[in-house]
């Protein structure tokens, strides 16, 4: 919603300052995109022992679009045509204001998360509702034409429709994978993880409030997590050297900044892994989803790598640090050929073979 500390979360964020952050509604029209390292201390361990030239982290891109309000889907507003700038993000981090302040606006009345929270959710489905109204006209006139995938596509339409005129989110419909492929392409909102941020006053911002508890109590049962976190003391954070930064964490009493648990959350909430590649020239991070197999790992690299993957060569990233180098590793029989069939672990360290 509007006035909640979005722009100052992504100003922290992204550690620029583009996104305008002002006591007043709709100050963000057009959405800020920023890239933000991923934090991961092994990085800089591997970095420690390699001494590359270059050290590269992993990334995530985050979007700040405008403040949601009631009614936008009737046009209410700025309405939710800029909902179409998060149509492709992979995850929704939702901030919602959990602290008291005369001086900053709020329309809505007293503080409520659990109300903002559903205002924001009813949008989301609302919008959702009017993508699968279209998209189910278009599929009645192409029904005619006898192709089952048609038929199939309207039964799922139906259910989502049901579903969202229930006041449900379609990530909570049980779809087989078959018939989440079929609506896919619809980018359908309610079909997003979420994480929430719960901005609280300063004095909150270790134990939380009455108002964090109180989101963390009704997320409880969606499996979802809420980060507590005071979005102006992070976005100073965010802007100082190491040394001041080490002094000004230790002031507040806290062991890392928020943003750090928020970027790792995000990671996790999207199932990703990282695997290195440690070098003299660089020792670089790479983010892969759970899962994947050494062909599809080395093509983030470059697709000439997956197209004439021949092996792999894989340290763990636990022997490597023990053991201190490749050479190591090599003489301890740490470094292991595997194929194409080898699953990546998070934290391997990796060097592949190929034809071009």
Known sequence: MPNVGKSTLFNAVSQQENAQASNYRFCTIEPNVGIVNVPDERLEKLADLVKPQKVLPTSIEFVDIAGL????SKGEGLGNKFLANIREVDAIV??????EDENILREEGEINPIGDKEIIETELQLKDLESVEK???R??????TGDPKTKELLAVLDRCEEHLGSGQNIRTLDLSESEQELIYDMFLLSTKKVIYVANVDEESMISGNKFSKALEENVQDEGNKVIVMNNSIESQISILEADDRSMFL???GLEEPGLNRLIRSAYNLLDLITYFTAGEKEVRAWTIGRGWKAPQAAGVIHTDFEKGF????TI???DFVDL??????????KLRIEGKEYILQDGDIMHFRFNV
Do not use: N, P, T, W
């Open 69 to 72: 309000v009631k009614g936008a």
């Open 94 to 99: 939702h901030v919602i204001r959990c602290f």
């Open 135 to 137: 998209r189910k006209e």
């Open 139 to 144: 599929a009645k006139k192409l029904i005619k």
């Open 250 to 252: 230790e002031e507040y």
């Open 310 to 313: 021949i092996k792999a060569e």
């Open 316 to 318: 763990a990233y636990q």
């Open 324 to 333: 201190g180098s490749e050479a190591s590793c090599r003489d301890a029989g």
